[in-house]
């Protein structure tokens, strides 16, 4: 039971609830359950939702509002993001190997150092989203437009290049912050 006795709802953007819980804290432990449990979140009304971090793999997102949600490090692996509106969202550092992401409505969204490794992305909106580069950023609209998956590209390779590289700073920087007590 939740520390507070709260109840977590998920409505669809017509206001029917989808899932609700009052065995978890938040709002993204609500989702993450629903995920867990396989419930369907097609037209789930998230928008502005804080699902930082949260594993959202293989979830059903069909049509969702995820509009202004902060999905940074969230797992979206796999996840059906087809048609969802994610405008003005934050998806920096998320995963989206394999997921469903056609037709989606990415506009104005943070995707600087997102994983898309063998994402479907025919017809997904990308205009004015920020990439990590310039290169992955027409590769991705590139493949929207041209209907294929980002696989196999330059892209997918730069863009792990990049993480690679960030971890070790991380690295690097947590080893000498740890000399320096």
């Not at 938040?26 to 699902?51: I, R």
């Not at 998956?149 to 740890?178: F, R, T, Y």
């Amino acid at each position: 039971m939740s520390l507070f006795g709260k109840t977590y709802e998920i409505k669809d953007t017509d206001g029917k609830t989808l899932f609700k819980s009052n065995k978890v804290d938040s709002l993204k432990e609500c989702v993450e359950l629903a995920v867990k449990n396989d419930v369907k979140l097609q037209k789930a009304n998230l928008s502005g939702a804080d699902l930082s971090g949260a594993d959202l793999e293989r979830a059903d997102f069909f049509e969702a509002n995820l509009k202004g949600a902060n999905l940074l490090l969230a797992n979206l692996t796999k996840a059906n993001l087809k048609d969802a509106n994610i405008e003005w969202s934050i998806l920096r550092m998320a995963n989206l190997t394999e997921a469903n992401i056609e037709g989606a409505n990415f506009c104005k969204t943070l995707l600087k150092k997102t994983t898309l490794n063998n994402a479907k992305m025919a017809g997904t909106n990308f205009s004015d989203a920020k990439f990590s580069s310039d290169k992955i950023k027409q590769d991705c609209i590139r493949k929207s437009q041209e209907g294929k998956n980002l696989a196999d590209s330059k892209a997918k390779k730069e863009a792990h290049d990049e993480l690679v590289k960030d971890a070790q700073d991380m690295i690097k920087a947590a080893m000498m912050s740890g000399n320096s007590r």
